[in-house]
């Protein structure tokens, strides 16, 4: 299902435990996603369904650098001409998006920034690396943060998410200020960041299902109309408010990925 370019998440289960653990599996790049990484986590959430062996998922990236920095830049999406049909390829990565409904617990070590919060946004806690760092690069290249700022917006206060979406490169939030804002549920050491998720997931993977299904669907239906309405403006915020494919461009390559950030 990958190319060669894209190398396909690792997954380790522990049928004793019922834990999943998902990495991210592309440490020389960040472990940015590409069209096929993201169909193909897609499928994992989908398999997840149906597996009564795994009660609990713990996502992680690979390496200590990052846990996701989003879409790969070097990859190919093609578009129609239409900006009522744009597609974008990550709307469809997390786990609500494909019906899973059993709890995924966040282990982010590193950078997670831009499209890793249609990730972060779809689990249900976030355990974080102490160095880990969290920022939204998107309005520093002359795009949108609508998919992004939203799934923020469910889970920190309106005037964080503001900051975080329209400071761009030039700030960074540190995994000690994304606890105290509530992004984060846990904060350890870099090399105890993947064991202490899955710890929790071991504990809640051990209680009834139903019950920890039912009541996974019951918090995000807490915020579900607020967001169902905010999602469908995006992709019209979107098509309106990108600068072109070249603009983007040089922007990146006079930006870089953000030299010069302050954290915070």
């Excluded at 974080?128 to 609508?146: I, K, L, R, W």
Aim: a negative charge; hydrophobic letters at 45%.
């Amino acid at each position: 299902m990958t190319d060669q370019g894209a190398a396909a998440p690792r997954v380790e289960r522990d049928t004793e435990t019922g834990v999943a653990v998902v990495t991210l599996d592309r440490p020389e790049r960040h472990n940015a996603l590409t069209p096929e990484t993201a169909a193909e986590l897609a499928w994992l959430w989908r398999q997840f369904r149906g597996d009564d062996t795994v009660r609990a998922v713990v996502l992680t990236g690979a390496g200590d650098r990052a846990f996701c920095t989003g879409i790969d830049r070097t990859a190919e999406v093609p578009q129609p001409s239409s900006p009522y049909s744009v597609e974008d390829p990550l709307l469809t990565v997390g786990p609500k998006a494909n019906d899973l409904w059993k709890p995924v617990i966040a282990a982010v070590n590193g950078m997670a920034c831009g499209g890793a919060f249609y990730l972060v946004g779809e689990c249900e806690f976030v355990v974080a690396a102490e160095h880990a760092t969290f920022f939204d690069p998107h309005t520093t290249y002359g795009m949108v943060s609508a998919y992004e700022a939203i799934a923020m917006a469910q889970r920190m206060p309106f005037g964080e998410v503001a900051r975080m979406s329209l400071m761009g490169t030039a700030e960074r939030v540190s995994a000690r200020r994304a606890y105290e804002i509530g992004l984060v549920s846990e904060v350890v050491p870099g090399e105890e960041v993947v064991a202490a998720a899955v710890r929790a997931a071991a504990t809640i993977a051990a209680f009834p299902t139903e019950a920890v299904q039912g009541t996974v669907r019951a918090v995000w239906s807490a915020k579900e109309a607020a967001r169902t309405q905010a999602m469908a403006q995006a992709q019209h915020l979107v098509a309106l408010g990108n600068a072109d494919a070249a603009r983007q461009a040089e922007l990146f390559a006079a930006r870089g990925r953000g030299d010069g950030f302050r954290t915070r």
